[in-house]
Nanobody
């Protein structure tokens, strides 16, 4: 059974940091691109960061470049999102996604991140 379990969300003040984790199981983690998406109220889900299987391939949304860092540990089947200098506009539900192709596309349940003073 495929599972993606996010953790690490919460309430943080502007300028603060959070580290999200996504623990994966039930599929061959190392062969999947791992992504973080987010969805704010009333907005479409957007790609925040993507980390391909191996090598240097990483992509970030322009809005988070220089502040967020995605990483993965294939030995632990876990992907992380380090978020620094958080802004109120980063408030959203953050989702972990594992994708190999259109038929192998899995989602976590999401974790809430709220940036507010």
């Amino acid at each position: 059974q495929v599972q993606l379990v996010e953790s690490g969300g919460g309430l943080v003040q502007p300028g603060g940091s959070l580290r999200l984790s996504c623990a994966a199981s039930g599929f061959s983690f190392s062969s999947y691109t791992m992504n973080w998406y987010r969805q704010a109220p009333g907005k479409q889900r957007e790609l925040v960061a993507a980390r391909i299987t191996f090598g240097p391939g990483i992509n970030y949304a322009d809005s988070v470049k220089g502040r967020f860092t995605i990483s993965r540990d294939n030995a632990k089947n876990t992907v992380y999102l380090q978020m620094n200098n958080l802004k109120p506009e980063d408030t959203a539900v953050y989702y972990c996604n594992a994708r190999r192709d259109s038929q192998h596309d899995y989602w976590g349940q999401g974790t809430q991140v709220t940036v507010s003073s």
